[in-house]
């Protein structure tokens, strides 16, 4: 490895470690991106052999002639990757067009739609949800008269939770099909009753993985997000043998090859007459890059390892050059809404956990969303003591 382009290297912040660790193996690491090179981070900066700003990261044309000129100056590419999702198709056609090593157009465009998924899972032997791609309002009851309420339509292609609607009856979907989505393409699944878990890993060029973690959603992200309620989630201690099980199961049937992964599951909190036995792993969703946020740190503090230079070593090594400690944590993560009354304030929450937590961040717009405005990360040895700290957290005036 000895020339790799890392596209949009500023954003989000936290991303600056991959690179940074990138070049402590020796790599070139070629930077894309549309902001000024005077506003990027010192530490950034000294990371990136040289940047190249564009001012629209959207343009290809733009996008084009800055690989082009890293080519011309440098040689042969190595590797190119963004380890964001909104940057996934446009980073494939790079390597396409510049004969770059890594996943191609080809091989993403089936697995990019929720509904391109489903066979994957069928081959991996791990239940997915019955669904139907929305055309007309007879079309999707028929669907419903099949699998019945509540179902779940989102977009078949996308990342998270915006437009993502639970309907309960027939006033509620005639209410869905009447909006105008601009022509984008949905998808209704039946709804699952179950409890989200995912399944993070570092893959290697043979599909073997370096490092397995995961973390448990246990209120539902649609619900969060619509509703603007108060956020959290948990990168679990360690993650049970049936989710392992599923989750390289579907590293196989997805071929998955050289990336970080976050795959998401349900596990059913009941028993489900199509999906199986309470407690079966359902997929839920496949996405070919880091879970978001500030996870890859969360997973730093669970797991008592560094996940930038683990991929940095599978990028560069094809292994992990440091196993990290044994010793393995719960992180928490918590958002709180400025919108919501909590009975306790920062100071409070400071001087109760100053010893559990471990950053304290406001969010950006573009993250606070889905995330929450404030902040909280905390890891904690007890189960226990980590949902207490969510309960005094999230607690509001009555």
């Not at 991996?124 to 949800?129: D, H, T």
């Not at 027939?170 to 989200?196: R, S, T, Y």
């Not at 070919?288 to 930038?308: C, E, H, K, Q, W």
């Amino acid at each position: 490895m000895k020339n790799f382009i890392f596209v949009s290297p500023h954003f989000p912040v936290n991303y600056r470690n991959f690179c940074i660790k990138l070049h402590e193996n020796g790599v070139n690491v070629l930077g894309i991106g549309d902001a000024p090179y005077d506003s990027l981070d010192y530490m950034l900066q000294g990371a990136l052999t040289e940047y190249y700003r564009v001012n629209n990261m959207e343009n290809y044309d733009e996008m084009y002639r800055a690989v082009a000129f890293f080519c011309f100056k440098y040689g042969k590419i190595d590797g190119l990757e963004s380890n964001n999702e909104y940057w996934l198709e446009q980073d494939a056609r790079l390597r396409l067009d510049f004969n770059i090593p890594g996943l191609k157009p080809e091989t993403l465009a089936p697995i990019k739609s929720k509904s391109g998924m489903k066979k994957y899972y069928a081959q991996a032997g791990v239940p997915s949800a019955r669904y139907h791609l929305v055309t007309d309002l007879a079309q999707s009851l028929a669907f419903i008269e099949k699998v019945g309420y509540p179902v779940i339509a989102k977009p078949n292609n996308g990342v998270g939770a915006v437009d993502t609607f639970k309907i309960n009856s027939d006033e509620e979907l005639k209410a869905f099909h009447d909006q105008d989505f601009g022509g984008e393409q949905f998808i209704m699944e039946e709804f699952v009753p179950g409890e989200i878990f995912s399944y993070d890993a570092i893959i290697g060029s043979n599909g073997q993985p370096l490092l397995e973690t995961g973390n448990n959603t246990p209120r539902s992200i649609m619900e969060i997000v619509n509703n603007q309620e108060s956020c959290f989630f948990f990168i679990e201690k360690q993650i049970k043998d049936d989710l392992r099980e599923a989750g390289r199961r579907c590293v196989d049937a997805f071929g998955i090859r050289s990336r970080f992964i976050h795959f998401e599951f349900f596990r059913l909190l009941e028993d489900h007459a199509y999906l199986g036995k309470k407690g079966t792993i359902v997929s839920l969703e496949a996405n070919l890059r880091p879970s978001g946020g500030f996870t890859p740190d969360m997973i730093n503090y669970a797991n008592s390892t560094d996940v930038y230079k683990d991929w940095a070593d599978m990028i560069t090594y094809d292994r992990l050059c440091s196993k990290g400690s044994a010793e393995k944590f719960y992180c928490v993560s918590v958002g709180l809404r400025d919108s919501r009354h909590y009975v306790h304030t920062q100071e409070e929450i400071l001087q109760k956990y100053a010893d559990k937590i471990v950053l304290r961040q406001r969010l950006p717009e573009v993250l606070a969303h889905g995330m929450g405005d404030s902040l909280y990360l905390a890891k904690f040895s007890d189960k226990k003591e980590m949902d207490k700290f969510i309960r005094f957290l999230i607690q509001e005036v009555a």
